[in-house]
Nanobody, 122 residues
């Protein structure tokens, strides 16, 4: 089983960019589907993006499509979320997650990082 640690969050102005990173421990990282989710205060945890084992397939939430890019480097046990054209509505705690199934449902991802806070000012 992997353990996940996110980094890269912070305060950015609307229209700006951030790159989130998720470092995974364990030898089996490449066997996991990796996802990014976000949770704003008082709201449910929402799907943002997911990426397949080798990185060839990706899926995005409609709200971030064309602005965010998920990628992974299996040699480094890393997954990334490049966020461009950020909006205040993107403000949330962002979590990376590892799972075995090609799904969007957060409950299907058994392993989570602690999250990193992204705040987008208007």
């Amino acid at each position: 089983q992997v353990q996940l640690v996110e980094s890269g969050g912070g305060l950015v102005q609307a229209g700006g960019s951030l790159r989130l990173s998720c470092a995974a421990s364990g030898r089996t990282f490449s066997s996991y589907i990796m996802g990014w989710f976000r949770q704003a205060p008082g709201k449910e945890r929402d799907f943002v993006a997911r990426i397949s084992w080798g990185g060839s397939s990706t899926v995005y939430a409609d709200s971030v499509k064309g602005r965010f890019t998920i990628s992974r480097d299996n040699a480094k046990n890393m997954v990334y979320l490049q966020m461009n054209s950020l909006k205040p509505d993107d403000s949330a705690v962002y979590h990376c997650a590892a799972g075995r199934d090609w799904v969007t449902n957060a409950e299907q991802y058994p392993t989570w990082g602690q999250g990193t806070l992204v705040t987008v000012s208007s």
